[in-house]
């Protein structure tokens, strides 16, 4: 069977807590790190640094993080003990998000929870790439925040992610899952054998409305259906029964010949 590889955004919403006992994934020297992509630790440790310049220099921190209030002490608290909070896996880290509510990995089958953890990749602000299972504290950095002295997260996260991800997807099935923000964190040179990523919309009185609200529970929930039926082509996609009604229109489908791109659409009537 072709191996696939399913592109996560991280979640704002985090868990907080971990343990304390857990390795430090900063010390990417330490032989028994559990990080699968240690190789951007360097790069992880300098947004952080530039990340805890801009709390001690004073900058507009509500404009930074997009959050006042509570939330904002709250993400300043969290920023600044990063390199010494406990840890835990990002699977569950990111559990409070609307998508990953919806992937609902505890309900997912021994197999598909497996096939989750071994393809899936998450694309995240501070950290670039991780696996579902690498050991992250709790931390606020949306990816298209602007930092001083790095600029647009995304945009600097490019140079150094991108090698790093076009060799893991090679000759592989891409579900691309990531929100354009996500994206542009990545130079994509299509080394993959096929990409597939998928539009919603609904359809009132014979006009298609693209779906903006809610469209990260639906991510969540294709995604638990790609790691359950182990999805790697549109066929497969035709067997998902969606509650609110969503069906593949293989007709308004594309397939980009030069970039080995399907854009799938999924239509809801009701």
């Keep these: 069977m072709t191996a696939f590889v399913l592109l996560l955004p991280s979640a704002e919403g985090k868990q907080a807590g971990g343990n304390p006992f857990a390795p430090d994934m900063f010390d990417y020297r330490a032989s028994n790190t559990f990080n699968y992509f240690s190789e951007l630790n360097p790069v992880r440790k300098q947004i ?40 835990m896996a990002a699977l569950d880290r990111y559990s409070p998000g609307v998508l990953y509510q919806a992937m609902s990995f505890s309900s997912l089958p021994t197999g598909a929870q497996r096939r989750l953890l071994e393809n899936g990749v998450i694309f995240s602000g501070m950290f670039g790439l991780l696996r579902p299972d690498d050991l992250i504290p709790n931390y606020r950095l949306r990816i298209d925040a602007t930092l001083p002295g790095i600029g647009k997260v995304n945009r600097f996260w490019r140079p150094h992610l991108s090698p790093v991800l076009n060799k893991l997807v090679e000759d592989k099935i891409v579900w691309n899952l990531l929100p354009a923000a996500h994206q542009a964190a990545w130079e994509d040179t299509h080394r993959y054998r096929a990409m597939i990523q998928v539009r919603f919309f609904r359809e009132k009185d014979g006009e298609r409305i693209p779906v903006s609200h809610g469209v990260k529970s639906l991510r969540g929930s294709l995604a638990n259906f790609i790691v359950r039926e182990s999805i790697t082509d549109i066929e497969g996609l035709e067997a998902w029964h969606h509650p609110e009604g969503f069906r593949l229109d293989r007709e308004a489908s594309t397939w980009d010949e030069e970039t080995r791109t399907h854009t799938l659409v999924m239509v809801a009537s009701r």
């Excluded at 993080?65 to 003990?81: D, I, P």
């Design 48 to 87: 952080i640094q530039h990340l805890h310049q801009a709390l001690d220099e004073g900058v507009d921190l509500g404009k930074l993080f997009g959050v006042k209030g509570k939330m904002l002490e709250e993400a300043v608290q969290v920023n600044r003990e990063v390199m010494r909070s406990p840890l």
